[in-house]
């Protein structure tokens, strides 16, 4: 399936399949519905679904009935993250978004950065296949040693 959305072209046949899910209903009922996460070229993420009559991807066919349907819904790095969390093996998600260290103590940091070192930090991620957290905290231990003292 093929769709432009916002000025960007998202092509199921070009881009990359990062994981698929299905509601666990048989194939060809009404409740039944599929999901596959996709990422393009150029780093965007979207989700390609389809389903039948009583899914959320239902379409109107008149008279008040309905029949199933597909659709792409483009989605941020985070919620493809949150999605992939949800529905994908620990091996799907970390080959999609790179390895997630087992249960640390961990807390949030927030800091302000440049947009172009934003969109730069997001790319180099893409390019390593890493979350940008894993990026930061590789750099960080690199730098330090691993133990925070230098």
């Known amino acids: 399936m093929k769709k ?3 000025g ?8 990359k399949k ?5 509601n666990g209903h048989r194939y060809g009922e ?15 993420y979207f989700l390609y679904g389809s389903g039948g009559a009583m899914t959320k ?3 109107s066919s008149g008279d008040n009935s309905w029949g199933g349907g597909s659709q792409i819904i483009t989605m ?27 249960g640390d103590e961990k807390e949030q940091l927030n800091i302000v950065v440049p947009a172009q070192l934003k969109a730069a930090l997001w790319k180099m991620a893409e390019r ?8 930061v905290l590789d750099a960080l231990e690199n730098h330090a040693g691993g133990d925070g003292n230098k």
Not at 18 to 22: C, K, V
Not at 87 to 98: P, Q, R, S
């Open 4 to 6: 432009i959305i916002n």
């Open 8 to 15: 960007a072209k998202y092509d199921t046949a070009t881009a």
């Open 18 to 22: 990062l994981g698929e899910w299905t």
């Open 30 to 44: 009404f409740s039944y519905y599929e999901e596959s996460l996709y990422r393009t070229k150029s780093g965007r």
């Open 57 to 59: 991807y239902a379409v």
């Open 76 to 102: 941020s790095r985070e919620a493809a993250m949150e999605w992939a969390e949800e529905h994908l093996e620990v091996e799907e998600y970390e080959a999609a978004f790179g390895e997630v260290p087992e």
């Open 128 to 135: 390593q296949n890493m979350s940008v957290s894993a990026l």
